[in-house]
């Protein structure tokens, strides 16, 4: 599955309907989430990929974060959850389901 743009507030709650929707009912998936398009990713997001994680790995499944950029990767760092997901460089792209919606960036 495939993310682009900024995933916060607003949009955060159309990831965790598409991830849930990507993990079934109650076989177990490997899902990887392809975050090479993803510029930022608030708490909000964090809790998101988080309740995934939780929800796939409940059914015998697995959750991982392929391609995140510098600033995600360094949030991932920060909160420690670099340690509780799993990393990839590169994702399957047999499992791109294309979920991209990019948000304007803010003038500065």
Do not use: W
Request: proline residues 7%.
């Amino acid at each position: 599955m495939s993310v682009a743009g900024e995933i916060d507030l607003y949009t955060a709650p159309r990831l965790h309907s598409a991830l849930m929707s990507a993990l079934g009912a109650s076989t177990p998936v490997q899902l990887v989430v392809d975050m090479a398009g993803v510029e930022f990713c608030d708490s909000t997001g964090m809790n998101v990929l988080l309740s995934c994680l939780r929800r796939a790995r409940e059914r015998g499944g697995e959750l991982e974060i392929a391609a995140p950029k510098p600033a995600v990767r360094k949030i991932l760092q920060v909160t420690g959850l670099d340690s509780v997901f799993t990393l990839v460089e590169n994702a399957d792209p047999r499992g791109s389901a294309g979920l991209s919606r990019p948000k304007p960036a803010v003038p500065q």
